[in-house]
């Protein structure tokens, strides 16, 4: 089992920056990749960034060159999204998912992003 907590959403303006935070923890050794998801209210879920556990990234076209995805160098079970260049259509409840080698699906809570315009 693998648990995992987000936090850093919040209520920013167009143009703003905004960081999420997602920490793994429990049997974290059979992590295969951590990525970021996200949902806009009557949208289906979709997937935002990826980190595996190599460092390979990967993203929606949506939010290439806005976002970064990275692990915490002393931390490895910590992986942050760095957005910037926020715009209205960005605003989503964004969730922390992980994948494990025995093929195991968890997902964070989910911390809600609201862009203004």
């Known amino acids: 089992q693998v648990q995992l907590e987000e936090s850093g959403g919040g209520l920013v303006q167009a143009g703003e920056s905004l960081t999420l935070s997602c920490t793994a923890s429990?049997?974290?050794?059979?992590?295969?990749?951590i990525a970021w998801y996200r949902q806009a209210p009557g949208q289906e879920r979709d997937s935002v960034a990826l980190i595996a556990r190599g460092g390979h990234t990967t993203y929606a076209s949506s939010v290439k060159g806005r976002f970064t995805i990275s692990r915490d160098n002393n931390a490895e079970n910590t992986v942050y999204l760095q957005m910037n260049s926020l715009k209205v259509e960005d605003t989503a409840l964004y969730y922390c998912?992980?994948?494990?080698?025995?093929?195991?699906?968890?997902w964070g809570q989910g911390t809600q992003v609201t862009v203004s315009s």
């Open positions: 429990g049997s974290t050794t059979n992590i295969v990749y």
């Open positions: 998912n992980s994948r494990t080698l025995q093929g195991g699906n968890f």
